[in-house]
T-cell receptor, first 112, second 114 residues
Framework: KQEVTQIPAALSVPEGENLVLNCSFT??????LQWFRQDPGKGLTSLLL?????REQTSGRLNASLDKSSGRSTLYIAASQPGDSATYLC???????????FGEGTQLTVNP | NAGVTQTPKFRVLKTGQSMTLLCAQD?????MYWYRQDPGMGLRLIHY???????AKGEVPDGYNVSRLKKQNFLLGLESAAPSQTSVYFC?????????????FGPGTRLTVL
């Protein structure tokens, strides 16, 4: 059974700092890995999707990497802003290709 | 283009009552999903559908039933609500299964069972 773990569970940083969120998964036979953002009381918004054959994806100040062999992904946020405050969720789709398994998320607070 | 919508947004039930949560998507997606989100447990898949008229069990299906009579709608039913079903329920949809496809989520339904 696939398990996804995110570290740390919560992170508080001052504005402008670069930061890294970590995600690990137990079964390396994945279809893709995705990072989502969830604001309080809201649904999830997809940030980045890395296909199993890819190593990284970038969108603006966000960069996500994937190392399938070690079962790890990182989300790098450059020059953090208070608007980045949210919960960030990592999820993988297994070999069956239809079911996302989520981590519990990292709650990020960026202080002005 | 509303994306994925969920009805209702909030609901309070008494133990033993029944209710149906409605999910609708206007993106012509084939796949639809129901998740529940609980503190310390993350999002867990309840049921999903790979097309109109199909349903399949996810990770935590007990106590729930689903129907996909129309491609754009996915209904989640609780026949006899229990306090353990107090949660936030999210619906999602995706075009099909592909390495390039993500899931699009609705805003959630907050359900409290007393």
């Amino acid at each position: 059974k696939q398990e996804v773990t995110q570290i740390p569970a919560a992170l508080s940083v001052p504005e402008g700092e670069n930061l890294v969120l970590n995600c690990s998964f137990t079964d390396s036979a994945i279809y893709n890995l995705q990072w989502f953002r969830q604001d309080p009381g809201k649904g999830l918004t997809s940030l980045l999707l890395i296909q199993s054959s890819q190593r990284e994806q970038t969108s603006g100040r966000l960069n996500a990497s994937l190392d399938k062999s070690s079962g790890r992904s990182t989300l790098y946020i450059a020059a953090s802003q208070p608007g980045d405050s949210a919960t960030y969720l990592c999820a993988v789709i297994g070999a069956s290709g239809s079911r996302l398994t989520f981590g519990e998320g990292t709650q990020l607070t960026v202080n002005p | 283009n509303a994306g994925v919508t969920q009805t209702p947004k909030f609901r309070v039930l008494k133990t033993g009552q029944s209710m149906t949560l409605l999910c609708a998507q206007d993106m012509n997606h084939e796949y639809m999903y129901w998740y529940r989100q609980d503190p310390g447990m993350g999002l867990r898949l309840i049921h999903y559908s790979v097309g109109e008229g199909t349903t399949a069990k996810g990770e935590v299906p007990d106590g729930y039933n689903v129907s996909r009579l129309k491609k754009q709608n996915f209904l989640l039913g609780l026949e006899s609500a229990a306090p353990s079903q107090t949660s936030v329920y999210f619906c999602a949809s995706s075009p099909w299964t592909s390495e390039r496809n993500t899931q699009y989520f609705g805003p959630g339904t907050r359900l409290t069972v007393l």
